[in-house]
């Protein structure tokens, strides 16, 4: 997993006759805006929604829970069909990738949108608003140790909040048997049946060694871990993702069975299983935790395959889980896959499927209902030919 790397350019404004600069902070890589007015309590929503809509941002000066009532307030519009005379519409897609296409399309300008919302910060995380939480902690734990004054959306900063609660709190992991904390940035286990999976799969006779590549929260090389494997090779390329996969497995007090490498994907020598569960869609990712969903031209998908027989101890085995979500959209067509496997010298044992249980696999109210419903999870046992 890689991170996207922040925006770090400036923020102007004029705020009567005097001109001010700051710092503009954005993890999801989202430029600075180009034009900014000073919004308060007395800022109409239809009029904040019409200047975010033109790509101009709100620098909040108002009350902190007022501003979080504007968002919501800009959420609503941005959600609602155009009405009236000049309502055109929606577009009809000719074919599932189309639709994809369209829907990631209308989640990215409305992303762009929301982000126009934005709140000033002190150099301490301090935010100089009426009724404004303290946020240290969390901004810590997102953004690292403090340097000076910045402008950031309040979208992201919810998004960092909620990211503290998910860390603090855990996410419970039937799998497991325990909890894992998730960090900002770094994809939480939240699909239990993949997890399940790799908890049932029968394991190599005589395994001992296992790589686990691209661990993410450590949540597989912990599942491993407990199954009985003697020692789990964990890697990432993310060093946000290695600090959050130690902190988890030293609660789970599983650090001495699991090593942590920074590597682009596999580590040096030979495994009787090697995991991988790489992001499950191709696609440019477009913020930090989207590089857990997708894979660029399938490059960790293509990689670990091409190059995983080469790490693979006689016997072993190589598991792939892997959604077909991308074949339901027509991203990837399943001949692509079978047709890596066979290039990286593999063939296949067994695959083993689940269904998702997630709630928008059976919202019908979903742009992608149709490929969600049909969506399988599998696990792929894999050998060297």
């Not at 130690?246 to 994907?265: F, G, I, P, S």
Request: net charge positive; proline share 7%.
């Amino acid at each position: 997993m890689i991170s996207a790397a922040p925006a770090t350019t400036r923020i102007e404004w004029l705020e009567g006759d005097t001109a001010h600069a700051a710092l503009w902070r954005s993890q999801s890589g989202m430029p600075a805006p180009r034009r900014v007015v000073i919004a308060n309590d007395q800022t109409a929503a239809d009029t904040a929604y019409r200047l975010a809509c033109e790509g101009t941002a709100l620098l909040w000066r108002g009350d902190f829970q007022n501003a979080r009532q504007l968002l919501q307030a800009l959420a609503r519009r941005a959600d609602a069909r155009p009405t009236g005379k000049r309502a055109r519409a929606p577009k009809v897609a000719a074919s599932p990738a189309e639709a994809f296409h369209l829907h990631r399309q209308a989640q990215s300008q409305r992303a762009r949108t929301l982000a126009m919302l934005v709140i000033p910060f002190e150099a301490d995380y301090r935010i100089a608003l009426r009724r404004a939480p303290d946020v240290a902690l969390a901004c810590n734990e997102a953004y690292g140790r403090p340097t000076e004054p910045f402008v950031a959306s309040l979208r992201e900063l919810l998004g960092v909040i909620g990211a503290h609660e998910w860390r603090k709190n855990g996410v419970d992991v039937a799998a497991l048997g325990a909890r894992i904390h998730p960090w900002y940035g770094v994809f939480s286990p939240i699909r239990g049946e993949y997890l399940q999976l790799v908890e049932q799969a029968p394991l190599p006779a005589g395994a001992t060694l296992a790589f686990d590549i691209g661990t993410g929260t450590g949540v597989l090389a912990a599942i491993l871990a407990r199954r009985g494997l003697a020692q789990v090779v964990a890697t990432d390329l993310d060093p946000r993702a290695l600090s959050c996969a130690r902190e988890n497995l030293q609660r789970l007090q599983l650090d001495t069975q699991v090593e942590l490498q920074q590597a682009d994907l596999f580590p040096p020598g030979r495994a009787a299983l090697v995991v991988c569960n790489p992001p499950w869609l191709p696609g440019r990712p477009s913020s930090a935790i989207e590089h857990a969903i997708y894979d660029p031209d399938s490059r960790m998908l293509k990689g670990f395959l091409h190059g995983v027989g080469a790490h693979l101890a006689p016997g072993g085995e190589a598991w792939l889980i892997l959604s077909d979500l991308a074949e339901h959209l027509g991203l990837r067509p399943r001949a692509a896959l079978l047709e890596w496997i066979d290039q990286g010298g593999l063939q296949v044992i067994e695959r083993i499927d689940t269904r998702p249980v997630h709630p928008r696999a059976s919202d019908a109210s979903d742009p992608l209902h149709a490929a969600r419903a049909a969506e399988l999870t599998s696990l792929w046992r894999l050998s060297t030919r």
